[in-house]
Structure formats: structure tokens, C-alpha cells
């Protein structure tokens, strides 16, 4: 069974400019960093033309499809029948975009299946971790 599970969805970019684009994101969750899930974006939807990723905690995008939820850097919210807004804050300004909320419920389900919510601590690896950690601070 795979430990990673990664869905493309479509993104419409919010702007000034009344027409909005959408681009292919990625949406991406591993058991082996259970807590969080990712979104990548291509180059063309970056204004540095590279491809961006932006990690977070799963509970949250769950929280997002529900109501209002985030104060940091990743804040969601339902928008009409069946749209969540992401919104992504940076120095240099802030990114939203709306996701078709089935996806993103879809893309929860599936990673339900892979670590319960809930059961995140158990697929952690606390040794390597700690390991890791100390490798880089001795």
C-alpha cells in the first residue's frame, strides 16, 4: 500500500482582474509526515516562476471545508455551493484561490484511509525525529 497520496485539483487564482485563471495544483498527503498535507502550483501561477509548494496541517483543511478556519500563514473558508477559498500569506502579498470543496473532501477521505485522524502520533517516527534533530544541533 502507498504511503503517499497526491490528487490534482483545479485552482482558480483570484485577482484584481475580474477573469480568473485556473491552473493545475497538487495536492499531496504522506504518512510519513502524518499531520501535514501539501499544495504545489506551477511555475506560471508563481510570480518567482517556479514551482511553489505550501505545507500545512490536514486538521485545518478539514476545519476550511466546514468554516472560517486559520490566523497564520494558510487560512480557508467555504465560498457558495461547493467552493473553498485558500488563502496564502507572504511578506510579499497574499495568494487565494478557490478549490472545488468535493475535491478536497475527496482528497480527505483518501487520506483518511491512509492514517485515521486522530491516530497522526502513531506514524511518527519520534526516534528518526529526535535523531535528526540532534545530528543537526549537537
Known sequence: M???IEQAVQARLVASDP?????AATLRYDREDPFAVSMAFPPRATLEGVEVSWAFARELLAEGVEGPAGVG???LRPYGYDRTVVEFHAPEGVAMVHVRTSE???FLEASQHLV???REHQYVDWDGDLAQI???HP
Do not use: K
Open 19 to 23: 477573469r480568473m485563471e485556473t491552473v
Open 134 to 136: 540532534l545530528e543537526e
Open 116 to 118: 485515521p485522524s486522530g
Open 104 to 106: 478536497l473532501r475527496s
Open 73 to 75: 500563514d494558510v487560512r
Open 2 to 4: 502507498s504511503t503517499v
